[in-house]
């Protein structure tokens, strides 16, 4: 029952890329903490204490804790990733931190996913479109359980934003809809109650701010959390918005 | 000062916010949702292993109906429950399922034929049948006679919110994100809205509103130790009660969820005793059929909880640098149903601890998992004191849970409620008694007193600092207002919990910096928790008997005759060290179910004077009722439709009755 620790009580360098928007005499630095490190320790744990111990107005991200929710995306020594369930153990001694490129920053290492990924929704639609409201008080649609397995599989994206962060395309085209988005659609596609048909989704993803922007690259792919098929999805729908188009 | 108008304002953006924001959006009210977080990030999303729903389409879950999960629910609360509302949300649940189906989310299905599970321990062949096929499938959870819990894998809440979430998008609504309501605006018992913090920019906006609806989730994080995700702090059930009229309802109820890993406090689903997994201790002796024979590790979560605390304390617990645990051993399942059907498990291991659970075996303890307590609502959601004041979900006490939920009925309630509350608060709205007559003076009072709160935090010489002061009182929580209390214990709990709130209210905070300001976040939530704190220790206190989650070693027995009531606390005095207590009578004469035995342990409890003839009156009304006429008999004894919305009185279809 041993996590994968080395020695404990290791001394930690944690450097934080700081920047408070809302203060005009703010100007972005890196700011450096040391902590002792212990069993267990995670990123999240290790903020709380740096802002505990050292500053108070440090701002970051945590709701679960627990590598679900997808609020704690940020750059950990240059690779995007969720802090709550990074164990420092896992790490060098030296730990950058930075907040997740390309969206607006609020402060620190907190930034906002949120309007990004509402815009993102509204653009695609990515909800289900339904020629008719089914009846509650009966029975529901049948499927078959396997297309319920395969539609959850690409459901788990938890819109954290490293994907977006991990983007070449993103970082030259500002409405690129990114793996994120792509991969709603992937979903919405495989899912019959959804009436669209490719011609509809050629519509919203059918250029270089949707699948033809992607450059294959495939950053999305190798620092996914939920470690979604980004790389399949984007590739098949690519595919089937070449036939439509 | 700026002002915002809206129909309904909806506090909190998770499944019972959401569904309240859509309800309304869809009876043609204006609305705007205010979110502390993105609403996907919303603590709805931790909900791992499922909802409950009557279907009973699994063979495992034949004949399961809304009577089976009234009782359970019933019985679950140790019969703290408003029975009318268990019905009501009994006979919606169903219908929740389906909606959120033809929303997208994508429950796992029936598959016809042989398969196999685990069961007790020993492998077993459960064979589905060829007309269920492609419906929507359960697994087994604790305190439920039938499989009834519906499941995405082990990602339910994460599948229903992004389904909410997305519908919300449809529909237009604003979620305003990072916004903190501070207080309630209200008058001669009347809410008009709040006084509303940006955690962006640290500026303050009144929101006003016909009705305000709070859907904030519980208050966990009083504890030391939580399942619960760090914003579950309960400031939006401690703003209601700071109005000083409305009320809070069984705070002392509160949940501990019988496996969370150790020592992060994350929780594994209830999903994996339902699947078969067994709880070992540091003999790797499966120890809960010497306790429960008969529910063994699928007893109510209150139960298993004391269950595993005795074991511990008899040594046989594991010891750690962190204190002593047990084993949930889920390698009996098999890889394939592990690293499908639990993974987020899974994953939550492998990053947390380091192991696979397909072939280790995980540390766990009882955790705080659950507020059962809440604002006192009315069966139609509104505050019972505080007019044009709603709550729903884990935030209300509305009051379908008793002293303990059973797993998988508290994302039901999200949504349930949600579906329910919102109609009755689109009918509220449509009334004229709703207009939002109130001066903009009343207003700029509530907003200059906010303001000048937090100017007097950040710059009046206070000399406490909120980290110190929040720690104890996690303590106390976890130590004396825990699994097992006592009076001793309580005493000195709320003694000193009153002490720390006397401190709370000379909090300083060291920075200044522009914007959200964490420190002053800190500061200005903790006399709020403390409240909550204080509601549910002397709650506590003075609940001189065991009922569900509350457990009182000095007072074992649970006592019907002098107990079988709801704790009502209010905080009448901004400046009082403790809330006011009292009680509000749950009738035995009313009940479909009068109080007997909940089937664990031994049959140990004081009657109360009325059930004897309750019971007598319900032989002698079932007597004149057809016997095969379910819903004739239910309706004899206790009739609930008229309650409800009249959308969602149809009766729910199910699968024999269409052969």
Redesign the interface.
Same mark, same amino acid.
């Given at each position: 029952?041993?996590?994968?620790t080395r020695a404990p009580g290791r001394a930690l360098t944690i450097k934080v890329l700081r920047h408070?928007?809302?203060?005009p005499d703010s100007q972005p630095q890196w700011a450096s903490f040391e902590l002792e490190e212990y069993?267990?320790m995670?990123l999240f744990i290790a903020l709380n204490e740096i802002?505990?111990r050292f500053a108070?107005?440090?701002?970051y991200?945590?709701?679960?804790?627990?590598?679900?929710?997808?609020?704690c995306g940020m750059v950990v020594n240059g690779r995007p990733g969720l802090a709550c369930?990074?164990?420092t153990s896992t790490l060098p001694a030296e730990i950058t931190l930075a907040p997740l490129p390309l969206f607006k920053l609020?402060?620190d290492l907190s930034v906002?996913?949120?309007?990004w990924?509402?815009g993102m929704? +509204?653009r695609l %639609?990515?909800?289900?479109h &339904?020629q008719t409201?089914?009846?509650?008080?009966?029975? #529901? +649609?049948?499927? %078959?359980?396997e297309l319920? &397995?395969e539609?959850?599989e690409l459901?788990?994206c938890? #819109?954290c934003g490293c994907c977006i962060a991990a983007c070449g395309t993103a970082r030259m085209r500002e409405d690129f809809v990114g793996a994120v988005g792509l991969n709603k659609i992937a979903r919405?596609r495989l899912?019959p109650?959804?009436q669209r048909t490719d011609a509809d989704f050629y519509q919203v993803i059918g250029d270089d701010n949707g699948v033809f922007g992607c450059m294959s690259l495939l950053g999305c792919h190798d620092v996914c959390p939920k470690d979604l098929p980004l790389q399949t999805q984007i590739a098949f729908i690519r595919r089937k918005m070449v036939t439509v188009s | 000062m700026k002002i915002v108008y809206t129909d309904v304002l909806v506090i909190g953006g998770g499944l019972a916010g959401l569904r309240t924001a859509v309800g309304v959006k869809q009876r043609g009210f204006d609305t705007i949702v205010l979110s502390l977080v993105p609403a996907k990030r919303s603590h709805s999303a931790a909900a791992q292993g499922g909802m409950q729903a009557s279907l009973g389409h699994s063979s495992m879950g034949s004949g399961d109906n809304e009577d089976v999960h009234f009782e359970d629910t019933v019985k679950g609360s140790d019969w703290g429950a408003d029975q009318r509302v268990a019905r009501m949300f009994t006979h919606v649940a169903p219908k929740a399922i389906r909606e959120l189906a033809g929303w997208g989310v994508p429950w796992n299905r029936v598959k016809q034929g042989e398969r196999e599970a685990v069961i007790n321990a020993e492998r077993v062949v459960i064979t589905e049948s060829e007309s269920a096929h492609g419906l929507i499938t359960a697994r087994d959870f604790g305190g439920t006679k039938k499989w009834r819990t519906c499941y995405t894998s082990d990602g339910t809440g994460h599948a229903m919110l992004f389904a909410l979430g997305d519908q919300t998008i449809a529909n237009g609504i604003p979620v305003m994100e990072r916004m903190e309501a501070l207080a309630l605006i209200h008058e001669s018992g009347r809410c008009y809205g709040a006084v509303v913090r940006s955690l962006v920019t640290g500026e303050l906006t009144a929101f006003l509103a016909r009705a305000t609806t709070i859907a904030t989730g519980g208050y966990g994080r009083i504890y030391k130790v939580s399942t619960n995700a760090v914003i579950c702090e309960g400031t939006g059930t401690a703003i209601a009660l700071e109005t000083g009229v409305a009320e809070l309802g069984n705070m002392e109820a509160v949940q501990f969820h019988p496996t969370a890993i150790v020592p992060a406090g994350i929780l594994t689903t209830e999903g994996c005793r339902g699947d078969g997994g067994i709880l070992r201790d540091v003999n790797g002796h499966r120890f809960m059929p010497d306790y429960e024979p008969e529910k063994r590790e699928l007893a109510s979560r209150d139960v298993v909880s004391r269950r595993m605390t005795e074991h511990m304390r008899k040594g046989l617990g594991v010891k750690s640098p962190y204190g002593d645990h047990l084993w949930l051993d889920i390698s009996v399942l098999g890889k394939d149903h592990v690293h499908k059907n639990l993974r987020e498990v899974t994953d939550i291991c492998r990053y947390f601890l380091g192991i696979d659970p397909a072939n280790d075996w995980i540390p766990v303890r009882p955790t705080q998992h659950y507020s059962m307590g809440g604002i006192r609502t009315d069966h139609r959601g509104e505050s019972t004191t505080l007019k044009g004041l709603f709550a729903c979900g884990e935030a209300a006490c509305w009051d379908m849970h008793g002293f303990n939920r059973l797993g998988g009925n508290s994302v039901a309630e999200t949504v349930v409620a949600g579906m329910i509350v919102s109609e009755f608060i689109a009918d509220y709205c449509a009334d004229s008694a709703s207009d939002i007559n109130v001066s903009t003076g009343l207003v700029r009072e509530f907003v200059e007193r906010e303001q000048a709160g937090l100017d007097r935090l950040v710059s009046g010489g206070g000399r406490e600092q909120a980290g110190p002061i929040r720690q104890r009182m996690e303590e106390i929580m976890i130590d004396q207002v825990g699994i097992f209390r006592t009076g001793e214990e309580l005493d000195r709990a709320v003694d000193e919990l009153e002490d720390l709130l006397a401190r709370s209210r000379n909090l300083g905070v060291r920075s200044s910096a522009p914007g959200p300001n964490p420190e002053l976040v800190a500061a200005y939530r903790l006399p709020k928790m403390l409240k909550l704190a204080l509601c549910a220790a002397l709650g506590a206190r003075e609940r001189t008997e065991s009922r569900g989650a509350h457990f009182r070693e000095d007072f074992p027995q649970r006592n019907d005759r002098d107990w079988l009531n709801r704790s009502i606390t209010t905080w009448p005095e901004a400046g009082a060290s403790l809330p006011n207590l009292g009680y509000e009578t749950i009738a035995v004469a009313d009940m479909e179910l009068p109080p007997g035995f909940r089937g664990y342990g031994t049959r140990n409890y004081i009657d109360h004077p009325d059930s004897a003839e309750r019971d007598a009156r319900i032989e002698k009304i079932l007597e004149t009722v057809d016997p095969d006429d379910r819903h004739a008999r239910q309706a004899a004894l206790m009739p609930f439709d008229h309650l409800l919305p009249e959308k969602y009185r149809p009766r729910n279809q199910r699968l024999e009755a269409t052969a």
């Open positions: 029952m041993k996590t994968e408070n928007p809302a203060d069993e267990g995670t802002r505990d108070p107005d440090l701002q991200d945590f709701v679960c804790r627990a590598g679900i929710c997808g609020s369930r990074t164990l609020i402060g906002d996913t949120g309007e990924m509402r929704s +509204e %639609e990515t909800w289900v &339904e409201t089914p009846d509650i008080h009966a029975l #529901e +649609e049948r499927m %078959e359980p319920a &397995e539609i959850y459901d788990r938890i #819109e919405f899912d109650r959804d | -």
